[in-house]
C-alpha cells in the first residue's frame, strides 16, 4: 500500500503506464466488510451536517493509486468503475500531481477568477492546449463550465437564444421581446421545446430533468417543461444475429421523432433542438447504431433544428476514440457537443453559427474551472504522450471478447453483453439480482456499479491495461460462481 501523498516520492517519480502498473497494489486487499466501522462511523459523522442517502463507502484518496481505490478502512478495490467515469488518468496519477504544485495552478485554486468577465492572462492558451486541440471535427468554438449538468443546460439555452434569432431574420431582441419577457409573455417568452429519448440522462438540473428518462426518483415531485420524449433503439445482441430486428427499431424511432417533431408544432411549441447521448449510460447502457444516428442528424436539419450530442459520460477516450460520436461517420457535424467526466471540467464545443453575440445571456461567476483545464491540459498530453487511446481500443477489443465469453459460462445469470471499448454493460434477470452482485463483487476487491434497471456497467481509467482486465475477469468469474 502507498504511503501517504504528501510523503510519496514514488509518486513522483513514476511516469508511463507500465510504470503506473508496477508502482500499484499487487492487486485487492481486503480488510473488513464494506462499508466497514470505519466509513460508517465517517457516515455518520458527515450525516449530522450533509445528506448521506447516496453514500457508499469513504474513500482514503491519500492512499488510491493508479487503477486502485482504498476505503477509509483500508481496504483495497480494483476500480472499474472510477468516480462513475470521470477519472481519466486514474487515481494520483504522478504528472497531474506534479502540475497540481505549479504556481498557476495555486493561483488560480487561491484567487479562483470569475472568468466570464474576469480571466487569466494565459486562460485562452488553456483552451487551445487543452480542449481545441482535441475539438470534434468541425467545431472549434468552445464554451467552458461547472459540470455536464451546466453544459447541457446552457447548451440549450444556446440553442433556444439561436432558434429565436433566425424567427427575427437573424437580429437580437427587440424592445417588445425584451419588455415582454420579465413578465415571462410572448413573445420574449416563447414556447419553445427540447426532444430528449426515453431512458435518457442529461442531469438533475430543473431544465434538464425534463429531457431525462432513465429513473422515476430523480424526477418524481419535480415540475416539468411539456417536451416531448420519443422512442431510443432498444437492440438485442449479438448485433450480427439481429440486424433485422435492430434495423426495424432504427426505423420506428426515426418515426416517432419525426411524428413528434409535427405534433409538437401543431401545439405551437416548436422543437428548436434534439438533445442525445451516443450511448445512454444512466439509463443502461442503450446504444445507437450509426445509421439511426445519421438519421437523426438528416431530420435536425431538415427542420432547422439545434442537434445537441452530450458526451458529458462517453467523451474522453473509454470509446476507442475521444468523442463515441466519431463512430457515427455524419455527413455533417453535431451542431453542439457537450463535455465533462473524464474531460475534468464541463463545457461544450459548438458551431460558430450558434455563437452568442450578447453579453451575460450564456453567463455565471465561474463558467468553469481553469484548475481543471490545467489538469486536462497535462491529461491530453499523457494521453498523447502514453498512446492511451490506442490502448483503450486494443484493451477494449479483449474486453468484449471476455465479456461475451463469461456470459455464454454464465449459465443464464448475464445476457445482452454489449459495449464499445472499455466501454461496457451487461444485464442481469433482475435489479435485485444485480444489486446483489455489485455488493459480491466490491466485497471480492471489484468496485463496479450499476445503470438502467438491471445492468451491469464498466467505466475503468485510461491506464487500465491487459493486467487489469484479467484480474477484472477472474473476480468477475469468482462473484458469478458466488451468486
Not at 84 to 90: A, C, D, N, T, V
Not at 153 to 167: D, G, H, L, P, V
Request: hydrophobic share 35%.
Amino acid at each position: 500500500m502507498l504511503p501517504r501523498l504528501a510523503k510519496s516520492s514514488l509518486i513522483q517519480q513514476v511516469r508511463g503506464v507500465s510504470a503506473i502498473a508496477n508502482a500499484e497494489p499487487a492487486g485487492p486487499s481486503i480488510q473488513t466488510s464494506i462499508p466497514g466501522p470505519k466509513s460508517k462511523e465517517l457516515r455518520q459523522e458527515m450525516d449530522k451536517v450533509h445528506q448521506t442517502t447516496s453514500v457508499r463507502f469513504h474513500v482514503d484518496y491519500e492512499k488510491s493509486f493508479g487503477n486502485y481505490v482504498v476505503d477509509a478502512d483500508g481496504n483495497t478495490l480494483l476500480d472499474v468503475y472510477t468516480q462513475i467515469s470521470s477519472l481519466p488518468l486514474g487515481y494520483n496519477h504522478p504528472d497531474l500531481v506534479k502540475v497540481a504544485t505549479q504556481p498557476h495552478l495555486i493561483t488560480s485554486l487561491v484567487s479562483r477568477p470569475a472568468l466570464g468577465s474576469f480571466p487569466r492572462t494565459d486562460f485562452a492558451d488553456g483552451i487551445s492546449h487543452a480542449l481545441t486541440s482535441i475539438a470534434p471535427k468541425g467545431l472549434k468554438a468552445v464554451q467552458t463550465m461547472l459540470c455536464g449538468t451546466s453544459a447541457n443546460e446552457n447548451a440549450i439555452k444556446t440553442a433556444f437564444i439561436w432558434y429565436q434569432a433566425q424567427r427575427r431574420g437573424g437580429l437580437g431582441p427587440d424592445a417588445l421581446h425584451l419588455e415582454s419577457c420579465m413578465t415571462q409573455q410572448k413573445p420574449g417568452t416563447p414556447n419553445l421545446s427540447v426532444m430528449g429519448f426515453e431512458g435518457a440522462f442529461h442531469g438533475r438540473s430543473l431544465c434538464m430533468l425534463s429531457v431525462t428518462r432513465s429513473k422515476p426518483i430523480h424526477k418524481v415531485d419535480i415540475p416539468a417543461f411539456d417536451w416531448p420524449i420519443a422512442k431510443f433503439p432498444r437492440y438485442k445482441y449479438p448485433l450480427d444475429q439481429n440486424a433485422a430486428y435492430n434495423k426495424k427499431q432504427d426505423q420506428e424511432c426515426l418515426a416517432d421523432v419525426e411524428a413528434k417533431i409535427a405534433e409538437w408544432k401543431r401545439r405551437d411549441n416548436d422543437v428548436a433542438a434534439i438533445i442525445v447521448e451516443p450511448i445512454q449510460a444512466e439509463g443502461g447502457d442503450h446504444y445507437g447504431s450509426p445509421a439511426f444516428f445519421q438519421g437523426l442528424r438528416d431530420i435536425t436539419a431538415k427542420h432547422g433544428i439545434v442537434f445537441i450530442v452530450d458526451e458529458v459520460q462517453t467523451g474522453g477516450g473509454a470509446t476507442g476514440d475521444v468523442w463515441a460520436h466519431d463512430h457515427w461517420n455524419l455527413s455533417s457535424p453535431p451542431d453542439i457537443v457537450t463535455f465533462s467526466k473524464k474531460l475534468l471540467t464541463g463545457g461544450y464545443f459548438y458551431g460558430e453559427h450558434l455563437r452568442v453575440k450578447e453579453a451575460y445571456r450564456i453567463y455565471n461567476t465561474w463558467m468553469g474551472d481553469p484548475t481543471k483545464l490545467l489538469l486536462l491540459e497535462k491529461a491530453v498530453e499523457v494521453i498523447k504522450r502514453d498512446g492511451l487511446i490506442e490502448q483503450s481500443r486494443q484493451v477494449g477489443a479483449e474486453f468484449q471478447k471476455r465479456l461475451g465469453q463469461l456470459q455464454e459460462s454464465s449459465g443464464g445469470k448475464l445476457d445482452q453483453a454489449r459495449g464499445r471499448g472499455t466501454f461496457a454493460a451487461v444485464d442481469f434477470p433482475s435489479g435485485s439480482l444485480r444489486d446483489k452482485f455489485v455488493d459480491l463483487a466490491i466485497s471480492n476487491g471489484l468496485h463496479c456499479g450499476g445503470c438502467g434497471d438491471r445492468s451491469l456497467r464498466f467505466r475503468p481509467s485510461l491506464v487500465y491495461t491487459k493486467k487489469h482486465l484479467d484480474l477484472t475477469f477472474d473476480l468477475l468469474d469468482k462473484t458469478l460462481k458466488q451468486l
